[in-house]
């Protein structure tokens, strides 16, 4: 099967990176406002090592990579370290077979982990930062490895 044409395509991809991107910041942002202790404290509950270290880096990655991801900036390398993170959050916050978010189950983090690499292989759209650096309206990942961008 072949993919979706332009421009519709570049929609979709364009609608994935705002969720995501969305998702993300509003996490992060939730993490910032109980502050850098706060998640500390959390994530040292719940067993995560270098509980401070670990705390940083999900906001960064939630508001950075979030960011990065609504702009379509640097979009390979912004998917592929949220989908790190989530692992991350499965693997210490959401472990197991329970997939519902509402009793704590995985959901949530396997979807936007499932976005971050989405995104990361198929690459951010013609509406983005990263088509605007590569040019002529082509994705990167689509330009660098010679596929056609169906124009």
């Known amino acids: 099967m072949r993919p979706l044409p332009t421009p519709f395509s570049d929609i979709a991809l364009l609608l994935v990176r705002l969720l995501v991107g969305v998702v993300l910041v509003a996490h992060g942002l939730q993490k910032l406002s109980n502050g850098v202790g706060g998640v500390a404290s959390g994530f040292a ?18 508001i950075g990579g979030g960011v990065l991801l609504l702009a379509g900036a640097a979009t390979t390398v912004a998917g ?26 995985w959901e949530l983090v396997g979807v936007i982990a499932a976005g ?3 995104l990361a292989a198929a ?4 509406f983005s930062v990263d088509a605007l650096v590569v040019g002529r309206g082509r994705t990167p990942a689509r330009h660098a490895v010679g596929v056609p961008s169906g124009e």
């Open 116 to 118: 971050g690499l989405a």
């Open 80 to 105: 592929l370290v949220v989908a790190v993170e989530m692992v991350g959050a499965y693997l210490f916050a959401h472990p197991g077979l329970n997939p519902f978010v509402d009793s704590g189950g």
């Open 45 to 62: 509950g719940m067993g995560i090592p270098l509980p401070t270290v670990s705390a940083l880096f999900a906001i960064a990655v939630e």
């Open 123 to 126: 690459g951010p759209g013609r």
